[in-house]
Structure formats: C-alpha cells, structure tokens
C-alpha cells in the first residue's frame, strides 16, 4: 500500500499543477478552500483566441502543454509505499455505471496547459511519478455511500509530471484561460463552464473558487477525493479512486475561466463512460502489482512504452480495454502480445525490434542457473547449430550427389559403354547404357549411340536407341531428322522414313523448313532405288517436287530449294529446266550451291556432252560448256564429296589424260573411304571408280596394287549384294573377269583360280567372248578338253574366226577325237594362212616378226593337218588320207628348215647345242608314216595362242609369259 509521504508528494505536486500553493499562501487559506481555476471550453477557448480576447502570461509559451509530454517513467515510481493490493487486478467500478455515450474506440487529445514561470522552490515539489500513490485493490464492504462515483480509465493515470511545466507562484492577470481539450465525436458537446465572479481588487491575487472535476483529468468521474494528509494508515490502505473527492479539494468547476486542466469536459464524458463500466470487471491495484506494472514497462522496447503511458495517461479508453492492458502489464505479457494489444486500441502499428529482451542482472542470473535458461540458451543453440549444419550438408551432399557425382558418374558409364561399341561389345554397350540411363538421362548420348551402332552397321540397335529417344523426347525434331536420315540413306527404308518426318515434324507444323526438305530428299532417294531395280519411279519424284514446290511457296526462291529442284530435273532428264537452274546460280557469287549437287550437275552435263546420240539429238545440248570448270569448282568446294573427283576422271579419260584420270581417282577412292553413308549411285560411282583405279595400274604393270583395288572393289559389291542394296549385274561382274584376267595372264600355274573368277564374272552377267576363249584355253591347258571345246565353241560364234581361233579348235577337237572336225579346222586355217603369205612376195622371218609369226603358223598347221589326216587313215583305212599326209609333213618341215637356218651361214639354228631340237617333229611324223614303227605316237604341236585378241593388249604387259606355238623351235 503507498505510503503517507508518496500520497502526500502526489497531492502536494497536483496541487501545484494550479498553483494552490502560491494562491494559499498569498490569501492566508487553507488548502481546502481552494478553489480550482475557472476553465472554458476547448471550442471557446479557441474561439476567443482567434478574435484575440484572450490574452496570454507574460512568461507563458505560445503553445498550449500537450499531454504526451508528461513521460511515464516517472509514473511507474508512484506508490513504491502503497499498501499491497488484493488478487483482483481491476478498478472496482460501482454495479450502476451507466453506460458512455460515446464510441468505445474514441480517444480524447492531450491537454493542453499554458506555460507559466514557476519558482525553483515550487519547480521541485513538481508531481512525481515516484510520489504517485498506488491504488487501493480493497473495496470497503457495503454499498457504495451516496455521491461516490466509480472512476473510470483516466488519462491522468499515465500522467509524467516530470514534462510538466514550472507553474508561477502567483497568477497574473495576463495569464490566459485554458483551452480544454476537444471531446471526440459521439460524446456530445460540452457545457460552458459558467465564468468566474470578478473579486474586489485588493492588490492580491485572486483565490478561485472550489469549482468540480477538472476536465484534464482524463476518464476519472468526478467522485475521486483527495483526502487530508492527516489520514490514518487504516484508511490509507483503504484507499481507492472511489474514496476520492475532488469536489473537496478545493478546486473550481470546469466551468471557472481559470480551471487550466478544463474538467468540467470530464464530467459528461465519465457520466456516459458509467454505463458501460456495469459489465467491465473492477481495476483493483496492489503495490506488488505496481511494481509487476512498472516492471514490465521497463522490459518494454521504448516505443512500445510510451505507446502505454499514452493509453493509460492521455487516451480515453474504454475500461474493459483498460482493464485488459493493465492485466497484461501485471501477468509480465511479452512485448509483442502487448503491442498487439496496444496497437488495437491505439489503432496503428506497434513494431517490436526483433531479439528484445531486457531483464534485471538478478533475474538474469537466476534464470541462467535453470535448466529451461541452459536448454535454451546453451544446448538449443548448438542443437540448432548442429541441425543447420546437418541441413546444409545433407543438402550439398544431396546436390552435390544429385547434380555433380551423379551426372559425372553416369557420362563415365556412357564413355565406357560407347567405347565397347568400337571394341565389337555390342551387348555389354547397351547394357552400360541402361546402367547410365538409370542415374542420369542425357538426351545427347542416345544421339552418339545412335550413329555409332549405326556406323558398325549395328542398325537394330540404333534403331532401337532412336525409338527410345522419341519415347522420352516426343517430336524431337534432331531424332526425328536423324532417325529419318539413317533409314533413307543406310536402311533404304524409304516408307518408315517418310512416316517418321510426317508423324514426328509435319504433323506438328505443317510447313517446316527441313521437314519439307527431307521429305523430298527422301523421295528423290526412293525414286533412284525404284529406277535401278527398273521399276517406276515418276510417282517419287512427283512426291520430291510436290514438297519442293511447297517450300517455294511458303519460303520463296532460296538457293537449298533451287538446289533440290535442280536435283529432281536431273532426274528427269529435263536438259532445259537444269541449264535454265545453272545460269540462276551462276548470275550472283552470293548464290550458294553446295559440292555434291554442283558434282551431280557436271556428271549431268558431262553424260549428255559425250553421249552417243540416238535418234534425234538434244536441242539444249549445244549450250553445255564448262563441264570442266564446274567439276574443279565443285572438288575445290567440297575435296570430301568423291563425285566430283570421279566425274572429273572420267572427263580427263575422254581426252586421253592419263596422268590427271590417275591423281582424281585416287582422291576419289580415297573420299569414298571417308564419306558416310551410300546411296545407290553413290555405290555405282564407287565401284566403277575402283576398277578404273584398276586399269590404269595395269597398264603402269603394277599388277599387285591393281589386284588390291580391284578386291576392294568387289567387297564393296559384294557387301551391297548382300544387303540388297545392288543387283547383279554384267558392269559390276567386269570386276571378276579383271582379276581372272590378272591371274591368267600375269601368273603361271593358278589356271584354276583364274577359271573361278571367269565364272564368277560369267555368273553376274559379264562374260564376252574374248573371256570365253581364256575359259577354254585355260581348260585346254587343264587337259579338259570337253570344257575346252564348249568355251572356245561358244567364243568363235560372236567372234569373227582368226586363225588363233581356229588353231585352238582344230587342237581341241583332235584332242577329243574329233579328226573330221579337226580336218575342217586346219583346212580353213591353212586357208588364211595362205592368203596372207601370198600377200608378201618373199618371205624374211629373220628380218621381219610378222613373217616368222606366218611362216611358224604353217609350219605348225602343216604338221597338225598331216598326224589329224593319218588319224583318219588309221580310222577309215583310206591310205588316201595318209598320202596327203607325207605332203603336208614335207611342207612343215621346209618351214622348219626356214626358221631354223641362217641365211647367211646356212646353218641351222642348234646345231651343236643339245638344248635345241635338230629334227623337225615333220620329219619323224613322215618318217614314221613311211617305216611304221611300233609304240610311236605322233608329234603334233598342242600349244595354242594364250590370247584370241589380235594384237592382245596383254602381250605388250607380260611378253615373257606369251609363249609360241613352236616352242620346241624358239
């Protein structure tokens, strides 16, 4: 319970706040005849000092006092010897309050109070908020006595008289009436305080006279009364707001000029305010509660302080809303709950600074010895710190792992499983790509599986990787492009190709740029296959140009477009339409054609330009020139692209230019090795390319290199045999009779694989009847001499009969039994051989080869005639036969005798040397046709001409293994 000296202090410093003192003792009263100062409504007030009726003290301020300037700090003191107060922390309002007129959320303004000058020793009785008295919690039993008021929430509770102004001693006359504070709308107009009566100038300062409540004071009704200082202790403990009677105190009516604080105003306000206080819990303070109050403010951040002493001190509060904050202030509420509170009832943002927490170094100290203070303050923090770092490793070791080891490791498994694709280990390839598809999926990877499987020729399997990349990228534009590319240029699947452009591109966009433009590659394609298998292919280059003219249409004339047009009429053989294209791209430098399409173009041109003319001739032929200078362009663009070289080739082969067909084909060859992907032109040319490449090391007599090309060049056909991509056919089986050619006629004893590459060649259409005539010579030589007579049969029916012809089947035919046949063949070639000695008059066969040739192919005919006629004797019994036989014997052995002389010497050739026959095979053939002898078989030359050509291009390559006829004579 406060004590009697803070009661005293509080009622000593607001008697000050209207210089009671200074009238007390200037007019000889006691305290209590006071009387308060004459006070005037706030509007009047006003009113009168705009018209300038109102003058002001000498030494007041310009500005009325403000009520927010009373701090509360000094308030929390108050009451430090108050008695204790009770369990009930509410205001005892009486059961009858009636209810307040106005708003329950108006507030009144601060009051304004004029400044005067006031003496030191009055400036230090100024009111205290350590001598403000605690409220007695205690209500006197009973029923409240006749002309008691219950108080209401005051704003002069939170009053800081510490921002109080010092009040003069003595009134002046200058001094202005007080304005009292506006009332809020809702509680109704106040009443003019009645003026004060004027006293008889005495020369003293006028005593006011006892007037009612003041209005400054807030809420409080007009039952509050200040008693005596000569209370007892009993009735300071019993002490409460309603006890006080401020009509007993001496002070004047609100209604008094004079009153600074205005509180006439108040009256009407508590008036209506008591209705309301019927339901609001009574405010009952005890000096414990005091201090929690005080204590809790000073825990408060400063601004949510004053927001407090505003409320209790300056703002008209509804009581419950009192009631509600003083409670909270007693109970300890943490900061935030009160402002919360405080804001509501103020009606604006309270904003508390985050970590506040202030607390007295005991209390500090005691609540650090408990466990709640270290869980805390000690084992909270670093349980917290500990979770935050858990946290944020867990989550870099979560990203770490999700987006760094996990991407890193599954491109090692990728790496691992693309290098087993090189290696051959296709399966464990795909099994290393599900293990890295798994961790990670990377779009790119099923590209580079892709085209490796596709490069080893493992199509299923690229496939297979397509297929899954357009399952988990749909309408993947680079797949669908690239899947379609595979299956048009490797596959030949031409039908997939154009459902996987239509469904996966152009479904979606209609008019796609390199949609259109693999849609029509792929048809020109498709027309190419059609047209080698010699089937139509009009409605595929339809389809090509339909999509070409559609791109011209929505993308205008762009040079790929023009490119691809000039493609289609190519084609089509349309000479007018691909010069008309020409002369387009040769207009401009700016004009792009690529390499492959310029190689095509001269190709084109170059085939018309040396073509044999059937029929009549092109009109548009005359106007092709520069074949040459396009072919150089188009290998300078592009050296990758082998066309180009090929064609190029060919054209120096027209003009003889060995030397230049030799250097571009090898950069051909050596391109197509490189280059991906075959079309079927594209196998045709390479093909070709390689047996040319071939040729020309034949006849340098490089006879090995030749060989190696010419294998190459049947693996290539082969492979495109077996993958169906070519057809048989008698220009690709050249590639057998060349290399039966190189084993005949460049190697000794391999008759046998020469035979089988002949039949090879003889088996995909190309078998003429020079290669016929090598057949049977080499069967001839076998001793296979039915073979031998069936090929060189079949090559004298398409070959005009020479005599190399008809020595070999007159040969094979007395070989097999054949003696009439033989006899016709060696009559016919004795014949010939006759013309052409009767075309020279004297024959020189040591001066001239071509002599020796004729006289050593008559001197062999002679012989042979004469054993296949004594055949016939021993046959037939005609000795006729036998006599026609000693002559034929007689004229070889002449001839003989003419090669085998020298005409200067007249001697014989080895003569002396054993290694040389002496004797004619005439001679004993005659010999013995005269003398019969026992076991003699005749002598007849078997060896026949290698090759039946006249002059043989081979003669001149290998003339060591061209041996002749006679060779027991040379």
Known sequence: MPSLKALEEFRTSFRTLGNEVAIKDQQN???????????????????????????????????????????????????????????????????????????????????????????????QDALSLDDLPGFNTERPAGPPEAGDTPPAASPLVDLSLDDLPNFPSEPTDEEAAVISPEVPPGVGPIAAAPQEEKQPDTGEAPVPKPQDTPASIGTLQDGLNIEPLSLNLDDVTSLDLNSIDLDDSGYKSAADESDPFGMSDLDALLADSGKASNQVEEILLSEEDFTEIQKTLDSYPLNLRIACEELIVEQAVLPDMMSQLIKSLIKGAPARETAILAGKILERHITIPQGFEKRTGEALEASQKTFAYFFIHKILPMARLFLMIALVAGSLFYLGYRFIYTPLHA????????????????????????????????????????DAFRDVRQYRDAEKKYDDLLRYYPRDKKGALDYANMETNYLHNYKKADDLLRRNILDYRIDDREGLLAVGDNA?????????????????YEAAREAYARLLERYGWTDPIMERMMQYFIRTDNLKEVLGIQAYFAESPKRKISASSLADLGGYLLDKKFEEVRGVPNEYISAIDGVRDILLKAAKADPSIPESHYHLARYYNYFGNTDDERTTLERAIAAFDTIPGES???????????????????????????????????????????????????????????????????KDGNLKLALEHYLRSE???????????????????????????????????????????????????????????AQGYFRRLLDMLEKDRSRFSLLLPDERGDHQDLVERLMVSWNNMGVTLEALTDRSGD?????????????????????????????????????????????????????????????????????????????????????????DVF
């Open 763 to 821: 088996q995909h259409g190309w078998a003429p009847p020079e290669m016929q005539y090598r057949m049977g010579a080499a069967h001839y030589q076998q001793q296979q001499w039915k073979d031998a007579q069936e090929r060189l049969v079949a090559a004298s029916g398409d070959l005009p009969l020479n005599r190399r012809i008809l020595n070999a089947l007159g040969n094979v035919s007395y070989m097999r039994g054949d003696y009439f046949i």
């Open 29 to 123: 009263l006691l305290m209590e005849d006071l009387e308060l100062p004459d006070a005037q409504p706030a509007h009047k007030v006003a009113k009168q000092a705009a018209s300038g009726d109102i003058t002001t003290a000498p030494n007041a301020t310009e500005s009325s006092y403000n009520m927010d300037d009373f701090g509360f700090d000094e308030l929390v003191n108050i009451g430090d010897d108050l008695p204790v107060p009770s369990s009930d922390d509410s205001f005892g309002l009486p059961a009858d309050a009636s209810e307040p007129d106005m708003p329950p959320d108006t507030a009144f303004p601060a009051v304004d109070v004029p400044s005067a000058p006031a003496s030191d020793e009055e400036s």
């Open 524 to 540: 020109i394609a498709w027309g190419d296959d059609l047209l080698e298998k010699g089937n139509n292919a009009l409605p595929q």
């Open 411 to 450: 491109e090692s498994i990728y790496k691992t499983g693309y290098e087993h694709i090189g290696a051959g280990e296709y399966a464990r390839a795909n099994e290393r790509f599900q293990e890295a598809f798994a961790l990670h999926r990377v779009k790119q990877w099923f590209y580079r599986y892709a």
């Open 879 to 967: 000795n006729q036969y036998r006599a026609y036989a000693l002559g034929f014997y007689a004229e070889s052995a002449r001839a003989w005798d003419t090669l085998t002389r020298d005409r200067a010497s007249m001697v014989r050739f080895g003569a002396g040397d054993l290694a040389l026959p002496g004797i004619s095979r005439a001679f004993l053939n005659s010999r013995n046709a005269l003398h019969p002898e026992s076991g003699y078989e005749p002598q007849l030359y078997l060896q026949i001409d290698k090759d039946v050509l006249e002059p043989s291009p081979w003669e001149e390559l290998t003339p060591q293994n061209f041996r002749r006829l006679s060779d």
């Open 680 to 746: 079927i032109s594209r196998l045709k040319t390479r093909i070709d390319a390689e047996r040319r490449y071939a040729h020309i090391l034949i006849n340098k007599r490089e006879f090995f290199a030749a060989e190696e090309q010419l294998l190459k060049g049947v693996a290539v056909y082969e492979d495109a045999l077996g993958r169906g991509r070519l057809s048989r056919s008698p220009a690709f089986g050249q590639l057998y009779a060349d290399l039966g050619d190189l084993e005949y006629f460049t």
